[in-house]
């Protein structure tokens, strides 16, 4: 069987070895790829390295690591600055697509997550879903759109008849109300009440969301306002 010596060159068509294709799948991170993407698109090093928010040593390294890897050259480097090579940009101009392809992926996984994880259904009066929800959203790290709980706005009565339904795993309101059977609650921030299924205990995002809730309080109550 034919086999090319190192100074032989071959078709495109041929297979590259396991040493190159494979290696260059196993070895590459998406960071060294996306900075010669963003060498094309910008015209230097140093462009780059602003706009990747990172040092021009360490975008002049990676480049070096696909060199290696690719064992193609790249960029050309000299007084004048830094620009593609040849191999470089038709490199950069696959990546571009690979990138896309990524980005795509990145996603696609992202709205499978938010399908698959279920939300906190949450029921809260109407100046509470207003003016304390989203700080306490915040603090808990559910303001992100894909964990992001489901809300329904309802007097107070509405909201405990929501939680003692279990069509809302809690609910807050912003005035006194009578707990019936089944429900159980707590004054969490100032004039503020959680409510929650008697038969159940605040677990899991709902303890996280409650305990913002409870730290945002803290200020208020060293300043005199408990």
């Given at each position: 069987?034919?086999v090319?010596s190192p100074c032989t060159?071959?078709?495109?068509?041929?297979p590259?070895?396991?040493?190159g294709?494979s290696?260059?799948?196993?070895?590459?991170?998406?960071?060294?790829?996306?900075?010669?993407?963003?060498?094309?698109?910008?015209?230097?090093?140093?462009?780059?390295?602003?706009?990747?928010?990172?040092?021009?040593t360490?975008?002049?390294?990676?480049?070096?690591a696909?060199?290696e890897?690719?064992?193609?050259p790249?960029?050309?480097r000299?007084r004048e600055?830094?620009r593609?090579?040849q191999d470089g940009k038709?490199?950069?101009?696959?990546?571009?697509a690979v990138?896309?392809?990524?980005?795509?992926?990145v996603g696609?996984v992202?709205?499978l997550?938010?399908?698959?994880?279920?939300r906190?259904?949450?029921?809260a009066?109407?100046?509470v879903?207003?003016?304390?929800?989203?700080s306490w959203l915040?603090?808990?790290a559910?303001?992100?759109?894909?964990?992001?709980?489901?809300?329904?706005?309802a007097?107070?009565?509405?909201?405990?008849?929501?939680?003692?339904s279990?069509?809302s795993?809690?609910?807050?309101v912003?005035?006194p109300?009578?707990?019936?059977?089944?429900?159980?609650?707590s004054e969490?921030?100032?004039?503020?009440?959680?409510?929650?299924?008697?038969?159940?205990?605040?677990?899991g995002v709902?303890?996280?969301?409650?305990?913002?809730?409870t730290?945002?309080?803290?200020?208020?109550a060293?300043?005199?306002?408990s």
């Amino acid at each position: 069987m034919w086999v090319p010596s190192p100074c032989t060159p071959t078709s495109l068509s041929e297979p590259i070895a396991d040493s190159g294709l494979s290696a260059v799948l196993r070895g590459t991170n998406l960071a060294a790829l996306d900075v010669l993407v963003s060498v094309a698109r910008s015209g230097s090093l140093s462009a780059t390295a602003r706009e990747q928010g990172v040092s021009q040593t360490a975008v002049s390294a990676r480049v070096r690591a696909l060199e290696e890897l690719l064992d193609l050259p790249l960029v050309e480097r000299s007084r004048e600055g830094t620009r593609l090579t040849q191999d470089g940009k038709v490199v950069a101009m696959d990546l571009v697509a690979v990138m896309k392809t990524i980005d795509h992926l990145v996603g696609t996984v992202g709205r499978l997550h938010s399908a698959a994880a279920p939300r906190l259904r949450i029921a809260a009066t109407p100046t509470v879903a207003a003016e304390r929800l989203p700080s306490w959203l915040d603090l808990a790290a559910l303001s992100e759109p894909h964990r992001r709980p489901r809300l329904r706005v309802a007097p107070a009565t509405g909201v405990a008849r929501t939680v003692l339904s279990c069509t809302s795993d809690v609910g807050f309101v912003d005035e006194p109300v009578t707990l019936p059977a089944g429900l159980s609650g707590s004054e969490v921030s100032c004039g503020v009440w959680v409510l929650w299924p008697a038969a159940r205990r605040l677990l899991g995002v709902a303890r996280i969301l409650v305990e913002a809730a409870t730290r945002s309080a803290e200020p208020q109550a060293r300043a005199g306002y408990s």
